[in-house]
C-alpha cells in the first residue's frame, strides 16, 4: 500500500509532493516497449534522511549540486542496475536527472529522479523474459519495481506476467507469443 501512495504522490506535480514522512522510499518506473525500455528511478527523501542524502550527492559540500554531481549520481545509480532481455544484458543512456533544492530535499518534499532509456531487441523464441534489478543501496536498501507498458506489447502479445518473488529490488517479466516483426 505504501508503494501505491508513493506512487501517486510522484505522479503529481509540485505542491502535492509536500507531504512529509518518516521514510526514505525508493521506486523504480520500467516502461518496456518493443524496441526500447525507459527507467525512472525515484527516490524520495524523508526529512530524517535528506539533509544526509543531500550531502551524499553533493560530493563537494558547497551546499550546490552541480550538473557534474548529479550525473556523477545518476551514473553511480544506474551502474547498480542491470537489464537483460532473453538473456542478453542491455545498458542505459540517455541519463537525465532532476534534483531538488537543498531546501526540498533536505525537507523531504520533493524527489530525487534518474531518467534513462535503451533500445532493446528480443531473441526469435516463442517465450519471452525480461529481467530488472537495482542494488543501489547508498540511500536506503529497499526498492520497489513497477513495470508499465507499452501499448505496441499488448498489440503483439499476450498479457505478461510480473514476478517479483525472485528478491527484493528485482522484477522478472515474462512474454508467451510475442511477435516481434
Not at 526500447?36 to 526529512?47: G, K, L, N, T
Not at 558547497?62 to 545498458?91: H, I, M, P, Q, S
Not at 533544492?101 to 523531504?108: D, H, I, T, V, Y
Request: proline share 6%; no cysteine; net charge negative.
Amino acid at each position: 500500500m505504501r508503494g501505491v501512495i508513493v506512487a501517486l504522490a510522484l505522479a503529481i506535480p509540485g505542491g502535492a509532493m509536500a507531504h512529509p514522512h518518516n521514510f526514505t522510499d525508493q521506486q523504480v518506473q520500467l516502461s518496456v516497449g518493443l524496441a526500447a525500455v525507459h527507467v525512472r528511478i525515484f527516490v524520495m527523501p524523508s526529512p530524517k534522511d535528506g539533509p544526509v542524502i543531500f550531502s551524499h550527492i553533493d560530493t563537494d559540500d558547497d551546499g550546490v549540486v552541480t550538473n557534474a554531481e548529479a550525473k556523477a549520481f545518476g551514473a553511480d545509480v544506474l551502474a547498480a542496475t542491470e537489464l537483460t532481455v532473453d538473456e542478453r544484458g542491455f545498458a542505459f543512456t540517455n541519463v537525465e536527472v532532476t534534483l531538488p533544492s537543498a531546501r526540498e530535499a533536505e525537507n523531504g518534499s520533493a524527489a530525487i529522479i534518474v531518467q534513462a532509456s535503451t533500445p532493446i531487441s528480443w531473441a526469435r523464441q516463442q517465450s519471452h523474459s525480461l529481467q530488472f534489478s537495482i542494488t543501489y543501496g547508498a540511500l536506503s536498501h529497499s526498492w520497489f519495481i513497477q513495470p508499465f507498458f507499452h501499448p505496441d506489447l499488448f498489440r503483439a502479445s499476450v498479457p505478461p506476467t510480473v514476478d517479483r518473488a525472485t528478491s527484493e529490488g528485482m522484477v522478472v517479466v515474462r512474454f508467451d507469443n510475442l511477435v516481434t516483426e
